[in-house]
C-alpha cells in the first residue's frame, strides 16, 4: 500500500461515528470485564492474527526492518544469538 502525499480527504459525521463506535467496541473489547474463559479465546485469536499477518507479510516486514538497519548512522548492536524465524522467500 503507498501512501499519497495528497491531504487525506475530511471524514463525514456518519464516518466518525462508525470509528467512534469501532473504538468504543474495542475499548469494551480490552478494558470491559471479560470471563476467565473468554479472555483466554480473544487472548488466542489475537495471537493467531498476528502470527498469521506476520507470516503473510514475512518478506515485506523483513525488507522494511533491513532498510531501517541499512539507513542508521549509529551502530547498531545484533544479537547473533536470534535465530532468523523469517527467510526473504515469498509465501508460496
Same mark, same amino acid.
Given at each position: 500500500?503507498? +501512501?499519497?502525499?495528497?491531504?487525506?480527504?475530511?471524514? /463525514?459525521?456518519? =464516518?466518525?461515528?462508525?470509528?467512534? *463506535?469501532?473504538?468504543?467496541? +474495542? !475499548? =469494551? +473489547?480490552?478494558? %470491559?470485564?471479560?470471563?476467565?474463559?473468554?479472555? *483466554?479465546?480473544? %487472548?488466542?485469536? $489475537?495471537?493467531? $492474527?498476528? !502470527?498469521?499477518?506476520?507470516?503473510?507479510?514475512?518478506?515485506?516486514? *523483513?525488507?522494511?526492518? &533491513?532498510? !531501517?538497519?541499512?539507513?542508521? /548512522?549509529?551502530?547498531? &548492536?545484533? &544479537?547473533?544469538?536470534? +535465530? &532468523? $524465524?523469517?527467510?526473504?522467500?515469498?509465501?508460496?
Amino acid at each position: 500500500m503507498k +501512501l499519497s502525499k495528497r491531504a487525506p480527504r475530511r471524514q /463525514s459525521r456518519a =464516518e466518525k461515528r462508525v470509528v467512534q *463506535a469501532a473504538i468504543e467496541d +474495542l !475499548l =469494551e +473489547l480490552f478494558y %470491559g470485564p471479560q470471563s476467565d474463559e473468554a479472555a *483466554a479465546h480473544i %487472548g488466542e485469536f $489475537l495471537s493467531r $492474527l498476528a !502470527l498469521r499477518f506476520e507470516e503473510t507479510h514475512a518478506s515485506a516486514i *523483513a525488507r522494511y526492518n &533491513d532498510s !531501517l538497519v541499512a539507513h542508521r /548512522s549509529i551502530a547498531i &548492536d545484533i &544479537d547473533t544469538r536470534q +535465530l &532468523d $524465524l523469517f527467510t526473504n522467500d515469498e509465501p508460496f
